[in-house]
């Protein structure tokens, strides 16, 4: 069975810090590009960060840039979202999704059942 798994979600303060991780299994990430999506109550999902399959191009959305690091580690499978900084907006669920090589806003061929980053003191 193909499928990514999220962990590593939970309750900090602001100013604090989290890391995601996104571990696939039944497949290979190394031809995938990775995505982390998030979703707030009440408000359409948003890019937040990408990574190309060979992990020599990322991006990031303009609201977390230089606070959120994307990486990943292919021979483990698995792709980390490290966020600091952290701030009450960011509080939603995090998903990674999967597309072959490039990154996009579209075509994720596989998803997450996502996990719950909450900011508040």
């Known amino acids: 069975q193909l499928q990514l798994v999220e962990s590593g979600g939970g309750l900090v303060q602001p100013g604090g810090s989290l890391r995601l991780s996104c571990a696939a299994s039944?497949?290979?990430?190394?031809?995938?590009?990775i995505g982390w999506f998030r979703q707030a109550p009440g408000k359409e999902r948003e890019g937040v960060s990408c990574?190309?399959?060979?992990?020599?191009?990322?991006n990031y959305a303009d609201s977390v840039k230089g606070r959120f690091t994307i990486s990943r580690d292919n021979a483990k499978n698995t792709v980390y979202l490290q966020m600091n900084s952290l701030k009450p907006e960011d509080t939603a669920v995090y998903y990674c999704?999967?597309?072959?090589?490039?990154?996009?806003?579209?075509?994720?061929?596989?998803w997450g059942q996502g996990t719950q980053v909450t900011v508040s003191s």
């Open positions: 999704a999967a597309r072959k090589y490039y990154c996009s806003r579209y075509d994720y061929d596989y």
């Open positions: 039944g497949f290979t990430l190394d031809s995938y590009a």
């Open positions: 990574i190309k399959n060979s992990g020599s191009s990322t």
